[in-house]
C-alpha cells in the first residue's frame, strides 16, 4: 500500500478510527500496531512477511541472548548481522554479485553462469528490505555497545520494527528513539494533530503535485524517448531529477512522520532543506538524515571516524560514502555516486581551508554545491555507466542550446519553478524575522495547508511509486 | 487562532478554494482517470456483442461503435481496439469469449501490417490492462467513478486559456465506454508517423506463423456462422506504401486465403478520409468512415 493512494486513505481512516481503542493498554497497543502494519506491509506481496519476521525473531531473540549470555554476546551480534545482512545480500545483491563474478571470470578465460543459476525466490526484491534491515541491526548493535537494553515483549519489538509509516523507506528510526515511546500510552493534543496534519499535506503535496509531475520529463529523457539534447536540455533535467527525488522521498519522510505525530509518536527530521546547504558536509546532514547518521554511527565512527588523522579519516569516508552508494543499488553507477560525493567531500576538506574562498558569498556557495550534487546525480539516474557519461559530456559540452524542450515539458517547467520558489521562501522565513511574524499574524501555515491539499486533488501528477521503495 | 480552530477551517477553506478554481479554469481536456476506467472495462467487462470492432490504435480511433448498427436494432457493438496490438493467439481467443454466443455475429479485423509483426504479437498495451489483478480492477471500476469528477489540470492549458494563445499544440483523446477514442491533433501532420512508423519495422518484420494462425482463427470463426469482415484502416498513401515497402506483408496473397477460409474483405477509398498524425484518422473522419463501413456490412446483420 502506497500513502498516495486510495487503499492507503481507507486504511487510515480505518486505523485512526480504532487506534483510541487499543491504545491504552501495551499488550493491545503493541498488537494492533502489528496487525495494521502487516496488513500494510502484506498489501504488495504477504509471503514477504515471513521475511521480516524471521529476521525480526533473528534479532529479538539476539537481542536478549546479548544481554543475558555475556559470554557469547559477540556471537548473537554475528548472528544478527549474518540473518540481516545475508538476506539484503541475497534478496538485494545476488543479481549484481553474480554477474559481476561472471564477467570477473570471463575475463580470465572462464565461462560461469551464476546469474541464471540464483533461485527464483531471490530475485525478487522485498520492499523497503533495506531500511528494516539496518532499524533492525541498529537494535542488536545499541544492545551490545549497551546503550540500549532489549525489550523483553516480542510484540514491542515488533511494533517497533514493523511500524507501518516508516517500515517501507524510512525515516530508519532507531531503537533507542522509538522503543521507549512506544513504550508509554501516546497522548496528543490538537497542536500535534495540526503539525501532524501540515506534514502530511505537504508531504503529499511533494510528492503527488511536484515529484509525480517531474516525472514525465525525466523517464523521457533518460529513456532517450525525445530527441532533445544539448547543455541547456540536460541541466535542466538534472535539476528536475534533484527536486524530483527530493520531493518524493522528502515527501515519503514527511507523511510518514506525519502519521507518527498524529497517533502520539515523534520521529526525527529526514530532511532539512539539503539544497540550501552551502556545502557537501552540510548538505550530507540535511539529505536522508537519518540513513547518514546511521552510516556515521554504525560505519564511519567504528573504522576510526576522524581520530586516525586526516588521511585515515579520507579512507573511511571514502568507505562510508561507497557503502552509502551500494546501499542505493545493486548497481555501479551507484556506487560510483557515492564514489563522486566521497571525491566531493575530499576536495572539500582541502579548500574549505583557503582562507580567500571564505570570502565568498554563501549563495555562491549554495550554488556549488548544489550543482555537484546535480553531477553526482547523473550516475544515481542513469540506466548505465555509458549513459552517465554521455549526459556528462552534454552538460559540459559549451555549444549552442535549443529551448524548443522548455515548451514542451511547459507543466513539468511549472512544477519545477514552484518547487525551487518553496524552498527559496523557506530559507526567507528562516532568516527574516520580520516574515515569520506576517506568516503567524496572519495563519499563513493555514491558506498554505489548504491551497496544497487542493492542489494535491487538482494538480495531481500521473501517479507513480516512490522512488525510494526500489531500495 | 488556536490549532483547533485551523484543524476546523482547513477543509471549508480548501473546499472553497477548490470550488473558485473549478468556475474559474478551464475543463481539462484529458480526464485520465475515466481514460484507465475506459480501457478496464473494455478489457475486464463480461458482456458480449453481436459486431466487434478489432485491431490496433488505428481501429480504436477510427471505428465508432456508435455508428456501426442503426437505431432501431437491438444488436450491439464494441471496439476491442489496443495499442499496436497484434493477431495472437491470446488476443484472438480474448475476442472469441466476447462473441455473442448465437444470433447475427460480425468481427471486423483491421489489417495492418503491423499487426503481424512480433513486436505487435506482443500486445503489450491489452496486456497492460488484462495483467491487472482483481484488486486493481475493481479499483479502477469503482473508484474512478468518483475520481473522473476531479479530473487533473495542466499548468499550460490554463496558460493558455487565459493567454489566449490559439492552440499550437494539442493531441486530444476524449474515451468513449464503447471503446472508441475520439481523437485529433493540432498541428495536423499527414507525414508525422511516418518517421516511426519506419522505425518500427527495424528488425520487426511479418511473422507468418502468425498469419497462418490468424487465418486459421477465420476459418473456425466462419465455420460457427461468425462473419469475419478484413479491411486495412485507412491511413495514407504514404504511409501505406511505407509499411508495404518494410513489413514484408503481401496484402495480395493474405486477401486470397481469407477469402478462402470464409472471410470477407473490403476495400475503402483514402481519398475520402483525413489522418492527423498519417496513420489515425480525425475523428470527423472516423465517423464517415465508421458509417461507410456500417453500410458495408448491412447485409451480413440482416
Redesign the interface.
Known amino acids: 500500500m502506497v500513502f498516495n493512494s486510495?487503499?492507503f486513505l481507507l486504511f487510515a481512516l480505518l486505523f485512526f478510527l480504532l487506534w483510541p481503542l487499543f491504545k491504552k493498554k501495551d499488550n493491545s497497543r503493541w498488537l494492533y500496531l502489528v496487525v495494521a502494519s502487516f496488513l500494510f506491509y502484506g498489501w504488495w506481496d504477504w509471503r514477504f512477511l515471513f521475511l521480516i519476521v524471521g529476521s525480526g525473531l533473528i534479532d529479538y531473540f539476539s537481542g536478549l541472548w546479548i544481554e543475558k549470555k555475556q559470554k557469547y554476546r559477540k556471537h548473537f551480534l554475528i548472528l544478527s548481522l549474518i540473518g540481516n545482512l545475508g538476506s539484503l545480500s541475497v534478496f538485494k545483491y545476488s543479481v549484481f554479485f553474480a554477474t559481476t563474478l561472471d564477467s570477473l571470470f570471463l575475463k580470465l578465460g572462464v565461462q560461469t553462469n551464476l546469474v541464471n543459476n540464483i533461485p527464483e525466490f531471490a530475485l525478487i526484491l522485498p520492499v523497503g528490505i533495506s531500511f528494516y534491515t539496518f532499524q533492525s541491526l541498529s537494535y542488536t548493535i545499541d544492545i551490545y555497545r549497551g546503550r540500549l537494553r532489549p525489550t523483553k515483549n516480542i510484540l514491542h519489538f515488533f511494533s517497533y520494527l514493523s511500524m507501518f509509516p516508516q517500515l517501507v523507506a524510512g525515516p530508519i528510526v532507531r531503537a533507542k528513539d522509538l522503543l521507549n515511546q512506544l513504550a508509554k500510552v501516546p497522548t496528543v493534543?490538537?497542536?500535534e494533530?495540526?503539525?501532524g496534519?501540515k506534514l502530511i499535506v505537504f508531504g503529499l503535496f511533494q510528492k503527488v503535485v511536484i515529484a509525480d509531475n517531474l516525472s514525465l520529463f525525466i523517464d523521457s529523457a533518460f529513456s532517450g524517448s525525445k530527441h532533445y539534447d544539448g547543455p541547456s536540455y540536460w541541466w535542466f533535467v538534472m535539476v528536475a531529477f534533484a527536486f524530483q527525488i527530493y520531493c518524493d522521498f522528502s515527501g515519503y519522510s514527511l507523511i510518514a512522520r506525519g502519521l507518527a505525530k498524529t497517533m502520539g509518536y515523534h520521529f526525527k527530521m529526514n530532511f532539512n532543506h539539503p539544497y540550501l546547504s552551502s556545502s557537501l558536509k552540510e548538505f550530507w546532514g540535511r539529505w536522508h538524515i537519518s540513513l547518514s547518521t546511521w552510516f556515521r554511527d554504525y560505519v564511519y565512527i567504528p573504522l576510526g571516524g576522524a581520530r586516525k588523522g586526516l588521511y585515515f579519516g579520507l579512507l573511511f569516508l571514502w568507505i562510508t560514502m561507497l557503502l552509502s552508494g551500494l546501499w542505493h543499488g545493486a548497481s555501479f553507477t551507484f556506487i560510483i555516486w557515492g564514489a563522486v560525493h566521497a571525491l566531493s567531500l575530499t576536495m572539500e576538506r582541502f579548500y574549505s581551508k583557503i582562507a580567500f574562498l571564505k570570502k565568498i558569498p554563501k549563495g555562491v556557495w549554495i550554488l556549488i554545491t548544489f550543482v555537484q550534487v546535480c553531477v553526482a546525480w547523473v550516475f544515481f539516474r542513469a540506466e548505465s555507466m555509458e549513459q552517465s557519461l554521455i549526459i556528462l559530456k552534454s552538460m559540459f559540452n559549451w555549444q549552442s542550446s535549443d529551448f524548443q524542450f522548455l515548451?514542451?515539458y511547459?507543466?513539468a517547467m511549472?512544477?519545477l519553478g514552484i518547487a525551487i520558489v518553496i524552498e527559496l521562501s523557506i530559507q526567507v522565513k528562516r532568516t527574516k524575522i520580520n516574515v515569520q511574524t506576517f506568516y503567524k499574524r496572519f495563519?499563513l501555515?493555514?491558506?498554505f495547508?489548504?491551497?496544497a491539499?487542493?492542489a494535491i486533488?487538482?494538480?495531481?501528477?500521473?501517479g507513480k511509486q516512490f522512488i525510494y521503495f526500489q531500495f | 487562532?488556536?490549532?483547533?480552530h485551523?484543524?476546523i477551517?482547513?477543509?471549508p477553506?480548501?473546499l472553497v478554494?477548490?470550488i473558485v478554481?473549478?468556475l474559474v479554469?478551464p475543463t481539462p481536456m484529458l480526464n485520465?482517470s475515466y481514460r484507465d476506467y475506459c480501457w478496464v472495462i473494455k478489457t475486464h467487462s463480461t458482456e458480449k456483442f453481436n459486431v466487434l470492432a478489432v485491431g490496433d490504435s488505428r481501429i480504436y480511433k477510427g471505428v465508432n461503435p456508435a455508428f456501426l448498427l442503426n437505431e432501431k436494432t437491438e444488436l450491439n457493438a464494441v471496439n476491442l481496439g489496443y495499442s499496436s496490438a497484434g493477431y495472437s493467439s491470446e488476443y484472438l481467443s480474448f475476442v472469441s469469449k466476447r462473441i455473442k454466443d448465437n444470433g447475427k455475429r460480425v468481427v471486423l479485423c483491421g489489417i495492418t501490417p503491423y499487426s503481424f509483426t512480433p513486436e505487435a504479437l506482443k500486445n503489450e498495451h491489452y496486456h497492460s490492462f488484462y495483467d491487472k489483478n482483481k484488486q486493481e480492477v475493481y479499483?479502477i471500476l469503482f473508484?474512478s467513478g468518483y475520481l473522473k469528477n476531479?479530473p487533473?489540470?495542466?499548468?499550460?492549458e490554463i496558460?493558455d486559456y487565459f493567454a489566449e494563445v490559439p492552440v499550437t499544440?494539442l493531441y486530444f483523446h476524449d474515451f468513449k465506454e464503447n471503446g472508441w477514442v475520439k481523437s485529433f491533433k493540432i498541428p495536423f501532420d499527414s507525414t508525422a508517423g511516418l518517421i516511426p512508423y519506419r522505425k518500427n519495422f527495424v528488425d520487426n518484420t511479418c511473422d507468418y506463423n502468425a498469419v497462418r494462425d490468424y487465418l486459421s482463427w477465420t476459418e473456425e470463426m466462419a465455420n460457427n456462422n461468425i462473419t469475419v469482415i478484413g479491411f486495412r484502416p485507412p491511413s495514407t498513401l504514404a504511409m501505406e506504401q511505407l509499411e508495404d515497402s518494410l513489413s514484408g506483408f503481401d496484402y495480395t496473397n493474405f486477401i486470397n486465403e481469407f477469402e478462402q477460409k470464409g472471410g470477407v474483405w473490403l476495400t475503402f477509398s483514402l481519398n475520402d478520409y483525413s489522418s492527423y498524425d498519417g496513420s489515425h484518422l480525425h475523428y470527423e473522419s472516423a465517423n464517415e468512415f465508421t458509417k461507410n463501413l456500417a453500410q458495408k456490412i448491412q447485409q451480413f446483420l440482416k
Request: charged share 20%; hydrophobic share 60%; glycine share 4%.
Open positions: 486510495l487503499e493534543n490538537t497542536l494533530v495540526w503539525h496534519i515548451i514542451t511547459f507543466d511549472v512544477f495563519n501555515d493555514l491558506v495547508i489548504a491551497i491539499l487542493v486533488i487538482m494538480f495531481r501528477g500521473e | 487562532m488556536t490549532a483547533k485551523k484543524i477551517f482547513l477543509l477553506i480548501a478554494i477548490g478554481l473549478k479554469l485520465d479499483k473508484l476531479f487533473r489540470y495542466s499548468p499550460a496558460w499544440h
